[in-house]
């Protein structure tokens, strides 16, 4: 067995699984925020992406736990990220949008949690 080799290859996927659950983290939470503030547009669509995003997100977890520590620490950053593609998915103004996340790692991963 190639050990440098074989460790290289976990690193990378380490890396990769990590890079999905953030890209991930960053659709479920723009989503979130169009759902809290355009309740005009709600739609089958944007619940449907919620959904898939928060089992898709479970799976990783399951895949790789030690990811999860990963997601308070990265809240911010992914936060923010989520906060411009918002922008970029409403055409409204990045003032709409709180500066800080305004939900809990809990709300955010629970199946059930739809901000009003």
């Not at 709180?98 to 809990?106: A, H, K, R, V």
């Amino acid at each position: 067995i190639d050990v440098e080799h074989t460790a290289e290859e976990i690193e990378d996927m380490g890396k990769r699984d990590l890079k999905e659950l953030n890209s991930r983290v960053q659709v479920l939470l723009a989503h979130l925020l169009k759902w809290k503030l355009q309740p005009s547009k709600r739609s089958l669509s944007w619940r449907r992406t919620i959904g898939i995003q928060r089992i898709e997100i479970e799976t990783l977890l399951e895949q790789s736990p030690s990811l999860g520590t990963r997601l308070s620490e990265d809240l911010v950053r992914n936060y923010a990220r989520a906060r411009k593609r918002a922008v970029l998915d409403t055409n409204l103004p990045a003032q709409t949008f709180p500066p800080q996340c305004p939900f809990s790692l809990g709300q955010v991963l629970d199946e059930a949690f739809l901000p009003d």
